[in-house]
């Protein structure tokens, strides 16, 4: 027969105590009555010991907001001293700045004794401030320009579209890993775009892939802006990416050849040659490379119908604009694009007629 527990006479269970008795002097979890909890107003941070942490959650959705900063002081709160601890949350009450929960635990307090539930309520106070990311905000403050150009033309509005859309990815990407990743300003000038970074890291990201992907021309400077708080002279970088003259669908000449650019990225530029209606790729350590010349931008295309195919002649085309009958060699067009009546696209250059490729040669050749 077990000894009586010590405290109530009951039988003891584990180390002189009844359950009851051992649950009572090993609560599942120890957590202070009141939590006091800081939140940036701007976005939502909350600050922890040794500085803030971010929240994953858009600061304009309150409700999930709130479970998020409820969640994030639990962990840093709540004590776990019992075994297979589960916590359930309920609110009891919801003011502006208090919040009343009850945290109802269920887990062992000794592998020797069922599970039971307890309860703990708690008040939270929230308080707010400016976390120091959104303090750097306010103020202006960055670490870096990038200064987007083009060569003798402005930057295209869906240029400076992609730009932006890709400078607001990389951003979201460094978010909650690097204090300094934001863009205070973005500047639409008649010459282009200017970025104001908070972070170089966040600067040099964005210039490395704006880089590849149009092939851009690099150039980098500094400016002394002061000195940090252990002497440290600090700097500020402008980085300046000038985009090429020419641009996706516009024309240009490699080696002599009138050639149609295709695509342009990390792989380099993809042409047509229609000269030689052959496809092929050149990247900036081509020899090939100092040939390219700018010609005309995709607008100066035309559409031509056919209006005349008679066996081993030149096909008769008739521009469309301005009605005027011109003959190309049959060998220039696909089988399908002969036919009277058809419309196919192409560029007079220096006397001749140069017939785009067809959407089907793209397709086939990618």
């Given at each position: 027969?077990?000894?009586?527990?010590?405290?109530?006479?009951?039988?003891?269970?584990?180390?002189?105590?009844?359950?009851?008795?051992?649950?009572?002097?090993?609560p599942?979890?120890?957590?202070?009555?009141?939590?006091?909890?800081?939140?940036?107003?701007?976005?939502?941070?909350?600050?922890?010991?040794?500085?803030?942490?971010?929240?994953?959650?858009?600061?304009?959705d309150?409700?999930?907001?709130?479970?998020?900063?409820?969640?994030?002081?639990?962990?840093?709160?709540?004590?776990?001293?019992?075994?297979?601890?589960?916590?359930?949350?309920?609110?009891t009450?919801?003011?502006?700045?208090?919040?009343?929960?009850?945290?109802?635990?269920?887990?062992?307090?000794?592998?020797?004794?069922?599970?039971?539930?307890?309860?703990?309520?708690?008040?939270?106070?929230?308080?707010?401030?400016?976390?120091?990311?959104?303090?750097?905000?306010?103020?202006?403050?960055?670490?870096?320009?990038?200064?987007?150009?083009?060569?003798?033309?402005?930057?295209?509005?869906?240029?400076?579209?992609?730009?932006?859309?890709?400078?607001?990815?990389?951003?979201?990407?460094?978010?909650?890993?690097?204090?300094?990743?934001?863009?205070?300003?973005?500047?639409?000038?008649?010459?282009?775009?200017?970025?104001?970074?908070?972070?170089?890291h966040?600067?040099?990201?964005?210039?490395?892939?704006?880089?590849?992907?149009y092939?851009?021309?690099?150039?980098?400077?500094?400016?002394?802006?002061?000195?940090?708080?252990?002497?440290?002279?600090?700097?500020?970088?402008?980085?300046?990416?000038?985009?090429?003259?020419?641009?996706?669908?516009?024309?240009?000449?490699?080696?002599?050849?009138?050639?149609?650019?295709?695509?342009?990225?990390?792989?380099?530029?993809?042409?047509?040659d229609?000269?030689?209606?052959?496809?092929?790729?050149?990247?900036?350590?081509s020899?090939?490379?100092?040939?390219?010349?700018?010609?005309?931008?995709?607008?100066?295309?035309?559409?031509?119908?056919?209006?005349?195919?008679?066996?081993?002649?030149?096909?008769?085309?008739?521009?469309?604009?301005?009605?005027?009958?011109?003959?190309?060699?049959?060998a220039?067009?696909?089988?399908?694009?002969?036919?009277?009546?058809?419309?196919?696209?192409?560029?007079?250059?220096?006397?001749?007629?140069?017939?785009?490729?067809?959407?089907?040669?793209?397709?086939?050749?990618?």
């Amino acid at each position: 027969m077990p000894a009586p527990c010590y405290l109530c006479g009951a039988p003891s269970v584990v180390d002189g105590l009844c359950a009851d008795c051992y649950n009572e002097e090993h609560p599942l979890m120890k957590v202070d009555p009141l939590v006091r909890l800081v939140v940036c107003k701007r976005c939502g941070a909350v600050k922890v010991p040794g500085g803030w942490q971010t929240i994953k959650s858009s600061p304009e959705d309150k409700v999930t907001t709130r479970e998020e900063h409820v969640s994030i002081v639990l962990d840093r709160e709540i004590e776990a001293l019992g075994n297979d601890l589960e916590v359930t949350i309920v609110e009891t009450n919801k003011l502006d700045r208090v919040l009343h929960i009850n945290l109802v635990a269920r887990g062992k307090s000794h592998d020797d004794l069922a599970p039971h539930t307890e309860e703990y309520p708690v008040e939270i106070r929230f308080d707010y401030g400016t976390c120091d990311t959104c303090g750097m905000m306010s103020g202006g403050y960055h670490e870096a320009i990038i200064q987007i150009r083009a060569d003798e033309r402005p930057v295209s509005e869906s240029e400076e579209e992609s730009i932006a859309d890709l400078a607001t990815d990389l951003t979201v990407s460094e978010y909650g890993r690097d204090e300094r990743a934001f863009i205070i300003e973005v500047d639409d000038t008649k010459f282009g775009l200017d970025f104001y970074i908070g972070s170089e890291h966040l600067a040099r990201r964005i210039a490395d892939e704006v880089e590849a992907r149009y092939l851009a021309e690099r150039k980098e400077n500094y400016k002394l802006i002061g000195q940090e708080k252990d002497g440290k002279e600090k700097f500020r970088i402008t980085i300046l990416l000038r985009l090429p003259r020419f641009s996706r669908d516009d024309f240009i000449q490699v080696s002599g050849n009138l050639c149609q650019v295709l695509d342009m990225g990390r792989g380099g530029l993809a042409c047509y040659d229609l000269v030689t209606r052959e496809h092929f790729t050149i990247n900036p350590k081509s020899s090939r490379w100092q040939s390219i010349q700018f010609i005309a931008p995709n607008s100066a295309a035309k559409e031509f119908m056919v209006v005349a195919n008679a066996y081993d002649q030149p096909i008769q085309l008739m521009d469309q604009e301005s009605f005027q009958v011109v003959e190309v060699e049959s060998a220039v067009l696909k089988s399908e694009d002969i036919q009277p009546g058809a419309i196919v696209k192409g560029i007079e250059y220096e006397g001749d007629i140069h017939i785009l490729p067809s959407s089907t040669e793209e397709t086939n050749d990618s």
